[in-house]
């Protein structure tokens, strides 16, 4: 008998196992957990993911430039969200949840968008702004009223802290220029100033910028006729170290008329003056190199090494400094478009006496003379470290409308000019160490001055 040829039904069975579990194989490897397909699935989301992380992370960039530059110009979270959806690379559900939790996962990776808050209206009123802690920007309208319409600009950067209305003096505070974070600023209105009673009666009291001095019985303002000047001055030994106010654009707003018929402080309805003397932080003092305790090396010095100057209540008062180092200060306090600092010249001084003495608010105990224009230092002893806002005694503390030792403590540095060439500058305010200096008159004094007796105070325009 001849052999059969073919495969026999055990070999049909082993090879139909074999196939089988090489389909099973295949399958898994295909189809499985860890399949190829599903190795697929899991790179495009995980591709996925990783784009829509890298421009979320893009958007939050822009999103910090944009408020650091106050442009305004940056995407918003919608206008990347339509983005996103229209190219497939999130779904409509996902996108509900990012609205909704400002966050969504895709694959391994969950993608923190920040949650958006909703608009925030900018603070049209003192009251609001002082409730909400508004930061003001330079894109937001930052004119506001006080409850009985009187006028305030906040300068960029600031916040309003502290002042019923304008005739109790509107405190701003710096929140974010840097090193000078927590200056403090009163704002000095002019033009028109009505108080509740004033508003009902249909009158007001009206502040006109000016150079003014004060009659020593009355206290009432007169035009200024000595021979101080703000500008023009004619003491070389005092311009040739660069203090020609004329020049400069501070000096300016409170003088050159506007097409408006009207000066840039005047349409602004106001200005602002340091809330203390100048204050330094950071500093070491040094004087040992004074020559003595009246006269610095040189017109351009300050005793303090590294400080910086602030206008914060605790901190250092600024003192032992010339007149020209108090100047260039207080005109690099700030670099903004928007607003500009300087050196106290005899306008700003003048018209905020003149104001002060408009909305006098002293208490008893500490209100001396009547008029503010005639007030002397309540203090007979050196605070000149300290300022009177840091004694307990508040019988020697000197604050009106918000504003604190024009008349004590330390001589005030003016931008104005003496046409004695032996005491060029012009200084302001009362000083410790004297009864016989008051807040209104002028008084000579030498460039090269810095004693602890001598110290600024800063102002702003907008």
Known sequence: MGKNKGITLIALVITIIVLLILAGVSIATLLGN??????????????????????CNLWKINQEMDSQTAQG?????????????ERNLITAEERATIEETGEITIGDRTIDF????????TPTTVKDAIETEHVYQASEDREIQDAYGNKVVVPEGFKVVEGEDVTKGVVIEDASHGETIGSQFVWIPVGKIYTDEAKTEGRAKTINIGRYDFDSTTGKERSYSGGCKEENSDAEDFLKYGNQTAKTTVYKAFTEKQASGKTKVEEAG?????????RVESGTLDISDM????????TNWTGYTGGKLVEKPNAQVFNYITQNKAAELCRSMYESDKFESDLMNSYAW??????????????????????YSQQNSLNTGSVADKGTNQLADNTKQDVICNIWDMASNCLEWTTETN??????????????????????PRGGINLSDARDCDSFRPLLIV
């Open 34 to 55: 860890n399949g190829i397909l599903s190795q697929a699935d899991k790179a495009k989301v995980e591709t996925r993911g990783a784009t829509v992380e890298e421009e």
């Open 73 to 85: 110009t940056a995407q918003t979270l919608e206008g990347l969200l339509d983005s996103l959806e």
């Open 114 to 121: 920040g949650k958006e808050d909703p608009p925030v209206e």
């Open 270 to 278: 106001g200005y602002y003056i340091g809330r203390y003397e100048a």
């Open 291 to 298: 020559k003595n305790t009246w006269d610095a090396p040189d």
């Open 350 to 371: 003048d018209t905020a006496i003149v104001f002060l003495q408009a909305f006098d608010d002293r208490k008893s105990e500490v209100k001396t003379k009547e008029h």
């Open 419 to 440: 046409s004695y060439s032996y005491s060029p500058c012009v200084y302001r305010g009362g000083g410790y160490y004297s009864s016989y200096i008051y807040t209104g």
